[in-house]
């Protein structure tokens, strides 16, 4: 019988008179080889489910928060980050770009998860473990792994040597270990020795998070939480410590916390899930469910004001008009190929000559003073084209505008202030308002409508992709951070319970991140068109009999 080796050495000519029972069984031992090698190799195989779970791999912090949909690849990608740091095998994928400075087995590690029972033999155990498949299909197919530890690092070759049911732990052949924790245990239990990494699988309680990240403090080690929010209500403000106390000090942005980074993985990006796969797990889901089962958003969030703003690119079918998801350009809802894809954040383009630019400002008190720029297209399409937030007197914000709207060459036509703020005492001066202190400056504004209903009513409209043009009416220039920022985090306040089963939302917004969508609010009242824009605005007869 021929061996592979043979037929390496075959010629084509001698290849093409082997029988073909002997072809078969060769390709047959090939198979079984390739398998092998898998097994063998898989940690090697590995890659990364998304951009968004390299970005992960690559960073460089202690601490790392891991907001993730169901099946987005979350436990894998963060037990790929333990096994790297355990063993000291790169994959292929990231070979270039994996920093070394977290590499240096042997090292003490740990996992925390629900339960022993529930999580850690059935779930964690079966992706570390070599001869183990997860996945669909055929063992050793494109959509699946083998357990991620190669069976040569384990302590003797062989996982009954290297794991300890006694001491749950987790024994390499170099020297690294891994101890197993449950969130059943009291906090105190996940005192002791020192850690180069801890992995939180899903969402820890604050005790036990701060008890496992003392133990890496004085090694330099690294702890990660990779969780898919609750969508329980109940349950969502007991998680909400994750997203004040590291997701949102994680992201980008000025008050980012250098030793924090905070990343969302979407499960419609993950490379090995099909449109029929994300749709199955979608199914019978709310809207707020989705948010939080597709991507990863936090529940106590999902009260957003504007649920579709969106950074990232989406798909609206103008038939249902609704958010759907797509194959081949077809709504997975109705069937139709009326679905488009749109964004809010979109690219910087240069404002063409003679398209009007309103200004619309919110003085504060306390806190810096926040502003937006909007130009409005001969369409009606309205562009956030800039923001500031200034701290300073009138003086000093009229010298940053001048300065950035020459620096543009925008044509402001209109400029609006906050009327209940602008109409407020100075303090300055008796008699003196926010606005006159703002018009002796220059800065002369129009009192912007503040009627919160109506301009919430009109944003929503503004934010859905138009029949005529496929894009929303507004957007959002990626030169305004702040603005997408606190879009996406702009939520009515948290519910009032009366009684188990019952709440009632109070009517208003919370009072935090909500400069720049009650700047949105003020556009959005005025309504503005290019038509009269362009035209130039009036004053109000009270403005002129005020000011001449």
């Not at 099909?274 to 529940?299: C, N, Y």
């Not at 951070?481 to 985090?489: A, E, F, H, L, S």
């Not at 700047?519 to 009999?545: D, F, H």
């Amino acid at each position: 019988m021929l061996t592979l080796e043979d037929v390496a050495r075959l010629t084509p000519e001698e290849l093409a008179v082997v029988p073909q029972e002997e072809l078969w069984a060769v390709a047959a031992t090939l198979q079984r080889r390739r398998v092998e090698v898998q097994q063998e190799r898989q940690l090697l195989l590995y890659e990364p489910a998304s951009s968004e779970a390299r970005r992960m791999h690559e960073s460089r912090a202690r601490e790392i928060v891991i907001a993730a949909g169901n099946r987005s690849g979350k436990t894998d990608m963060a037990l790929v980050e333990l096994v790297i740091a355990m063993t000291g095998i790169v994959p292929y994928a990231l070979e270039s770009t994996y920093p070394r400075e977290k590499i240096r087995p042997p090292i003490r590690a740990r996992v925390c998860c629900q339960s022993f029972t529930t999580t850690l033999h059935p779930v964690i155990f079966p992706k570390l473990q070599w001869w183990e498949w997860n996945g669909p299909g055929e063992p050793g197919g494109s959509r699946g792994h083998w357990g991620w530890i190669p069976q040569e690092m384990l302590k003797g070759r062989d996982w009954s040597k290297a794991w300890s049911e006694k001491y749950r732990t987790l024994s390499l052949s170099n020297g690294s270990t891994c101890q197993f924790f449950s969130y059943d245990q009291p906090a105190e239990d996940h005192s002791g020795a020192s850690c180069h990494v801890v992995l939180h699988d899903e969402g820890p309680p604050q005790a036990t998070y701060r008890e496992n990240r003392l133990r890496t403090l004085d090694v330099g080690g690294r702890c990660y939480i990779a969780f898919t929010p609750p969508d329980d209500e109940r349950m969502s403000w007991d998680a909400a410590w994750v997203f004040d106390a590291l997701y949102e000090k994680g992201q980008p942005g000025p008050g980012k916390d250098p030793d924090i980074d905070a990343f969302t993985l979407n499960t419609e990006d993950n490379r090995v899930l099909s449109p029929q796969d994300v749709q199955a797990i979608s199914k019978g889901l709310t809207p707020a469910q989705r948010e939080v089962r597709l991507h990863g958003r936090f529940m106590h969030l999902t009260g957003r004001i504007y649920p579709l703003y969106t950074e990232r690119e989406r798909w609206w079918c103008l038939m249902c008009a609704a958010e759907v998801l797509v194959e081949g350009g077809a709504c997975l809802e109705c069937g139709t190929a009326s679905a488009t894809p749109y964004t809010h954040w979109v690219e910087p383009f240069a404002i063409p000559e003679g398209w009007p630019v309103v200004y619309v400002l919110d003085p504060h008190p306390r806190k810096p003073h926040a502003m937006a720029w909007f130009a409005i297209s001969p369409a009606d399409q309205v562009y956030e084209v800039g923001e500031l937030e200034v701290d300073g007197d009138p003086a000093t914000v009229r010298d940053r505008v001048e300065q950035l709207e020459r620096q543009h060459g925008w044509q402001v036509v209109l400029r609006l202030i906050d009327p209940n703020m602008g109409q407020s005492p100075s303090g300055m001066r008796r008699g003196i308002t926010v606005r006159d202190e703002f018009d002796g400056v220059g800065l002369r504004c129009r009192l912007a409508n503040d009627n919160r209903m109506t301009a919430r009513t009109r944003l929503r409209q503004w934010l859905q992709p138009d029949g005529r043009t496929s894009e929303p009416r507004l957007q959002v220039f990626q030169t305004c951070p702040r603005t997408n920022y606190q879009m996406q985090r702009y939520v009515w306040d948290q519910w009032s319970r009366w009684g188990e089963g019952e709440k009632n939302p109070k009517p208003i917004p919370r009072d935090l991140h909500d400069d720049f969508p009650t700047i949105l609010g003020y556009l959005a009242n005025e309504n503005p068109s290019y038509a009269w824009l362009a035209q130039g605005w009036s004053p109000t007869k009270r403005e002129v009999r005020a000011y001449g």
